[in-house]
C-alpha cells in the first residue's frame, strides 16, 4: 500500500538481475484505493494481491509475505489456508504477521495447529526505547512460539534520530505529515522529549550517536531478529547502517532502563495493535 505500490516498483528496479542475492518481503492486507473489497485478509485479495506484488516487484515469488494488519472481518483458518497454499504453489516461501496484538499472535499458531496448516514464523511491531510495550506481552509469546522478530520504527518516527532535540527546530517534512506526534505542547511528546535529552546524554558517555545507541537497544534484546530502518536520503542511511556493528554493554542498558522502564510505551495512543472494541464503542455494547 506504500504509494499505491510504486515503492514494489522501485524494488523490482533495484533488485533486477541479482534476485538469489537477497531476502525479498513484502506485505498485503492495508486498502489499496478507495474500493472496499480491495483489502482485508481473506484467501480472494490474498491470492489477487500476491499476483500484483510479483508483477510490480518483477519476480515469480516472494521469501517473506506479510499480513500487515490482523483483520477481525476474516478467521484465522481462511487467511492461513491461503497462505499455505501459496506456500505450497511456490509463490512465497514463508510467511508471517505483523503488528499483531500477543493474544492473536497465539491464536493463529493454535489454528495452524488445529487445522494442519503453515503457520506465522515471523511478526513484525513497532518498537523503540520510547515504546517498549511489546516486552510486556508479544516478545514473550514470539519467543515461546520461536518466531523471528523484524521490528519497525526503531527511531521512534525520528524522535531518536538525533532531528528532535530541546531548542531546535522541528523539520517541516515530520510536522506536516505527523503534525500531533510533534506537536511540542502536548504533554506526551514533552514527556518523549525530556526522555531524549537524556538519552542523548547516555550515548555522549557511551561514545556513540544516538542513532547506535537506539538501534543497538532494540537488536540487543534476545528475542529481536533484526530491525527495520528508513532512511530518506543516503546520509541518512550511511548514518544508520553504522549502527550495524554497535553492541551496547549492561551498564548503558540499564542507564536505558531507568530512563524508559521496561514494558512502557510512552505513547500509548500511538500504537497499531489495540483491539477494535476499544476503540468503537459499538463492539463493546449489546
Known sequence: M???GESEKMVGKAIAGRREDIVLATKAVLPMGDERNHQGASRRWLVTELDNSLRRLGVNHVDLYQVHRWDPKTGDEETL???TDLQRAGKIRYFGSST???YRIVQAQWA???HHLSRYVTEQPGYSILQRGIETHVLPVTEEYGMGVLVWS???SGWLSGAVREGREISTNRSAVLPQRFDLTRPVNRARLEAVERLAKVADQ???SLIQLALGFVVAHPGVTSAIVGPRTPEHLESQLAAADTVLPPDVLDAIDEIVAPGT????EEKHDTPPALLDPSLRRR
Open 100 to 102: 499483531f496484538p500477543a
Open 81 to 83: 489456508s491461503a497462505l
Open 265 to 268: 510505551d510512552l505513547a500509548p
Open 2 to 4: 506504500y504509494s499505491a
Open 206 to 208: 557511551a561514545g556513540l
Open 154 to 156: 526503531p527511531l521512534a
Open 112 to 114: 495452524a495447529r488445529e
